[in-house]
T-cell receptor
Framework: QQKVQQSPESLSVPEGGMASLNCTSSDRNFQYFWWYRQHSGEGPKALMSIFSDGDKKEGRFTAHLNKASLHVSLHIRDSQPSDSALYFCAASEQDMGYKLTFGTGTSLLVDP | GPKVLQIPSHQIIDMGQMVTLNCDPVSNHLYFYWYKQILGQQMEFLVNFYNGKVMEKSKLFKDQFSVERPDGSYFTLKIQPTALEDSAVYFC??????????FGPGTRLLVL
């Protein structure tokens, strides 16, 4: 069983629309969460981190964390065609290794 | 933003040969990582490295794998001998600590 599950597997939104991505963990040891975006042929790039319960907003991107339910979400406002990419949720435990456990990924397509 | 470089971008080798993947991490980062991604799917942790030592390795980090960073030069992943199932994209990442990991563009390895 995957420790970090994402939904939906793929998502299509119109340009200017709102994209909502979800991530659920099965491991209560995860304390720190990131959203990464990966365009085809490139490495993942960090969009934002979230470590505390509640919302965190950076530009068009808003992340929400609920540690009690082990749920993280990412909302992209005013989606642009350049937002079309693979989005990963990643989590790490509070240990000395800092390894990231990645989610299963959501493929986002923004239709111009 | 901070850049991680990886050399080569592509490598094709015959099964059983040795391959070395090179990573130039962000200059003031102290923690280094290798991840493996197959067919644009889930990213999986291989190993992390700090202060000249492996801190943690996953079950994907087989006995044929080794990492080192001699005298502050490239952080390397060596596979000897290679197997068909080693074909994948290998990403290097670095971080200062329990904060955002920055990823390189990846090395696409094909084992024939």
């Amino acid at each position: 069983q995957q420790k970090v599950q994402q939904s939906p597997e793929s998502l299509s939104v119109p340009e200017g629309g709102m994209a909502s991505l979800n991530c659920t963990s099965s491991d209560r040891n995860f304390q720190y969460f990131w959203w990464y975006r990966q365009h085809s042929g490139e490495g993942p790039k960090a969009l934002m981190s979230i470590f505390s319960d509640g919302d965190k907003k950076e530009g068009r991107f808003t992340a929400h964390l609920n540690k009690a339910s082990l749920h993280v979400s990412l909302h992209i406002r005013d989606s642009q065609p350049s937002d079309s990419a693979l989005y990963f949720c990643a989590a790490s435990e509070q240990d000395m290794g800092y390894k990231l456990t990645f989610g299963t990924g959501t493929s986002l397509l923004v239709d111009p | 933003g901070p850049k991680v470089l990886q050399i080569p971008s592509h490598q094709i080798i015959d099964m059983g040969q040795m391959v070395t993947l090179n990573c130039d991490p962000v200059s003031n980062h102290l923690y280094f990582y290798w991840y493996k991604q197959i067919l644009g799917q889930q990213m999986e942790f291989l190993v992390n490295f700090y202060n000249g030592k492996v801190m943690e390795k996953s079950k994907l980090f087989k006995d044929q794998f080794s990492v080192e960073r001699p005298d502050g030069s490239y952080f390397t992943l060596k596979i000897q001998p290679t197997a068909l199932e080693d074909s994948a994209v290998y990403f290097c990442a670095s971080s200062r600590g329990q904060d955002t990991q920055y990823f390189g563009p990846g090395t696409r390895l094909l084992v024939l």
